[in-house]
């Protein structure tokens, strides 16, 4: 797989060079396009790994990673601008779909690629928003909440993942999500983003959508609680809310269905605000990231 995106970058690479040389981009109109290009193949490049880890499992990404594939077109001399637009279609339209997927950053492919500029150089990302955390924090930040996550304890557990807005707050919650520990430890595994203006109907619909349950053709909450309730009854579940800016989705919605799941479920938010850990009743401490790791606060201070 990252021979075929390589096998692409070089080809795009080796294209600009000549359309550089021959000052064809400038008169074709497509300088932005290229840079378009540019970015989109950089993103792509850094979730491989994930993308080539789900595939072994998931026909959807199978099916997902053979258009990414199929993306390179033959262009001739007389149609580079023409091309180099096509190419930029194709890669939106496969970036739009992957985006489903939830592809993490993984370092596995990083010597395929010297020189190319890392996720936090970048300020968006067509896949995944990158982050600010540093590797070094990240991976220490996963195998803390991992090993938390995967303690034997019967009850029912609250955890908050708490940062300042933009510090990496769901790119953490979702390498823990895909971690090989987790996958094998629970038996659903739920992603609901909160946004502040959530509809209720919808994030219950959404919320038995991504627990395989049956949906009612119906958008009332008394129908629509208790769906969700037998979609996460006995079942051992990890659940994470995400970007939650008040308490109200869980105190006054979640948290009575999904009180019903199999002792060792877990729920994690990811929050600015210590008041919503407080009203999920999070276990304390919450987990706090910032953008150093322990070395690097060292460094600072001296």
């Known amino acids: 797989m990252a021979m075929v995106l390589d096998a692409f970058a070089s080809y795009i690479a080796g294209t600009i060079k000549k359309m550089a040389e021959d000052e064809v981009g400038m008169l074709l109109g497509v300088t932005g396009e290229i840079e378009s290009l540019q970015d989109k193949l950089e993103s792509l490049r850094d979730y491989l790994a994930d993308a080539d880890r789900k595939r ?25 601008g023409s091309c180099i637009r096509k190419l930029n279609k194709r890669l939106d ?19 395929y690629w010297p ?16 982050s600010a955390v540093v590797e070094e924090k990240l991976e220490e930040d996963t195998r803390a909440l991992v090993k938390e996550l995967t303690k034997d304890n019967d009850g029912i557990v609250v955890l908050a993942i708490m940062g300042v807005g933009g510090i990496g707050k769901t790119t953490l919650a979702k390498k823990v999500f895909n971690d090989m520990e987790i996958q094998h430890k629970f038996e659903k595994k739920m992603w609901l983003s909160v946004t502040q203006d ?25 129908m629509l609680v ?16 995400d970007d939650m800016w008040s308490d109200r989705a869980w105190t006054s919605l979640l948290n009575r269905p999904f009180s019903y799941g199999a002792p060792g479920s877990r729920i994690v938010i990811t929050t600015r ?3 919503v850990a407080r009203g999920t009743r999070a276990r304390e401490p919450y987990h706090r990231i910032d953008k150093l790791g322990p070395r ?5 201070r001296a």
């Open 56 to 80: 072994i499992t998931d026909r959807r990404v199978q099916g997902w990673v053979t258009k990414l594939k199929g993306v390179i077109i033959p262009c001739s001399a007389h149609h580079i």
């Open 93 to 111: 339209d496969i970036c739009k779909l992957g985006a489903a997927f939830n592809f993490i950053k993984l370092e596995t492919y990083q010597d």
């Open 115 to 130: 020189g190319w500029p890392s996720a936090a150089d970048r300020k968006t990302d067509p896949v995944l928003e990158c």
């Open 198 to 222: 959530f509809s209720e109907v919808e994030l219950l619909r959404l919320a038995i959508t991504t627990a395989d349950g049956k949906l009612p053709a119906t958008e009332d909450n008394s």
């Open 226 to 241: 208790p769906a969700l309730l037998n979609a996460v009854k006995n079942q051992k579940f990890l659940l994470v809310l």
């Open 273 to 275: 605000n210590d008041t």
């Open 296 to 300: 690097q606060r060292r460094q600072k």
